[in-house]
């Protein structure tokens, strides 16, 4: 989601010879996309019994996502075996991040709503995915707009922690959820662009639109729900 300034314009011929390794970086960054979704799931449905000791050190947990995604997966960046260990220990932890929404909803006798949100969120993302690809209209424009955007929405989030607002926090959650759908969109087209010298660099990025989709659609389906 860092890749504002690229140049992606190709002659003809040059969009030829590279459509079929195109194909191919797509199908690798899907594969690595799905298995990463496995891990998290994995995350969760194995510390599923630690809720209450998860959600005791959920900053802690927090801050390991935070030093794999910006230095574990930087520092292994063209290192093969270590890159794909960061990618799936970062999805690991993001599942065990997820484990107090899940058990909360389970407790409620919600469980069905994590499959109902995770269905809910495919199906936007596949959209969105699908759209992005076979647009003929230029988004990379949108990643500084985007990225200022992203910034303005966590400081709100952290303001209202403070605060505690619950209608401010449904709008955090909705613009949360739009300003990922639009990075989905300008996420995919960076691939098909060719903007990423990684399937790894390029499924984290779906991965976290992805993630974040999701977690806003199940506090919506879940939490709300009865409301």
Known sequence: MALYERDYVRSEAQTTTLSESRVSFLKQTYLLLALSMIAAALGAYLTMPFAATIMKYKWFIF????????????????KPGLNLFMLFLFTFLTGVSLVPLLSFLIGAGKGYV???????????????????????????????????????VVIASIINIFLGS???????????????GLFTIYDTQNIVNGAYDSPVDAAVSLYLDFLNMFTVILQFLGIMGDD
């Open 63 to 78: 801050g390991a996502e935070l030093l794999v995604l910006f230095f574990g997966l930087s520092m292994s960046r063209g």
């Open 114 to 152: 994590i499959g109902n949100a995770f269905l809910a969120t495919a199906v936007l993302f596949g959209a969105l995915s699908l759209f992005a690809i076979n647009s003929k209209t230029d988004f990379s424009s949108w990643g500084k707009p985007l990225f200022i955007t992203l910034i303005i």
């Open 166 to 180: 619950g209608i401010l926090g449904v709008i955090i959650n909705a613009a949360i959820l739009l300003l990922f």
